[in-house]
Antibody
Framework: EVQLVESGGGLVQPGGSLRLSCAAS????????MNWVRQAPGKGLEWVSY????????YYADSVKGRFTISRDNAKNSLYLQMNSLRAEDTAVYYC?????????????WGQGTLVTVSS | SYVLTQPPSVSVAPGQTARITCGGN??????VHWYQQKPGQAPVLVVY???DRPSGIPERFSGSNSGNTATLTISRVEAGDEADYYC???????????FGTGTKVTVL
């Protein structure tokens, strides 16, 4: 069974840092492209970042570029999101999501999400 | 940046058909994916590549895409279909994924 489990969320002050993790199991993690998607309270989905299966290709949303860093450790079946210079508008539930191999790649599996709250 | 516009809400009676639109400039040239999200839960992929269904998704969910509008159609709507629905595309000009604004489907 495919499982994605996020961790690392919590309360952080503006300007602070946080590192999110996503532990993958039930599939060959190193073969899949991965993403982070966030959802602010009561708002819609916002794509945050993408990383290729090898980690060689990375993309970011304009809203986080220069502040967030996506990475992965295929030996540990883990995806990460290092978040620096956090702002109130970064408050959201953060999901890791697997890009499907089939077709052009919708996100076929999602974690349950981890809540990040940026507040003083 | 590429923008996807959805109606904020759609209401439908049980057994009827719900149609959710997703508007974007020449969206017909892109592959559209659709997600269902129920309160407090992670999104679920219900249609990918315009009209394909992942395993386990009922045939009542179908999709189409042409011109400037993609459409998710839910036939024979059930109470359990009440949820938020989002469209998504890959914008190759910016190397960004883009989600639509979301549509809340209410079953009357």
């Amino acid at each position: 069974e495919v499982q994605l489990v996020e961790s690392g969320g919590g309360l952080v002050q503006p300007g602070g840092s946080l590192r999110l993790s996503c532990a993958a199991s039930g599939f060959t993690f190193s073969s899949y492209e991965m993403n982070w998607v966030r959802q602010a309270p009561g708002k819609g989905l916002e794509w945050v970042s993408y990383i290729s299966s090898s980690g060689s290709t990375i993309y970011y949303a304009d809203s986080v570029k220069g502040r967030f860093t996506i990475s992965r450790d295929n030996a540990k079946n883990s995806l990460y999101l290092q978040m620096n210079s956090l702002r109130a508008e970064d408050t959201a539930v953060y999901y890791c999501a697997r890009r499907a191999v089939a077709g052009t790649g919708g996100f076929d599996y999602w974690g349950q999400g981890t809540l990040v709250t940026v507040s003083s | 940046s590429y923008v996807l516009t959805q109606p904020p809400s759609v209401s439908v009676a049980p057994g009827q058909t719900a149609r959710i639109t997703c508007g974007g400039n020449n969206i017909g040239s892109k592959s559209v994916h659709w997600y269902q999200q129920k309160p407090g839960q992670a999104p679920v992929l219900v249609v990918y590549d315009d009209s394909d269904r992942p395993s386990g998704i009922p045939e009542r969910f179908s999709g189409s895409n042409s011109g400037n509008t993609a459409t998710l159609t839910i036939s024979r709507v059930e109470a359990g279909d009440e949820a938020d629905y989002y469209c998504q595309v890959w914008d190759s000009s910016s190397d960004h994924y883009v989600f639509g604004t979301g549509t809340k489907v209410t079953v009357l």
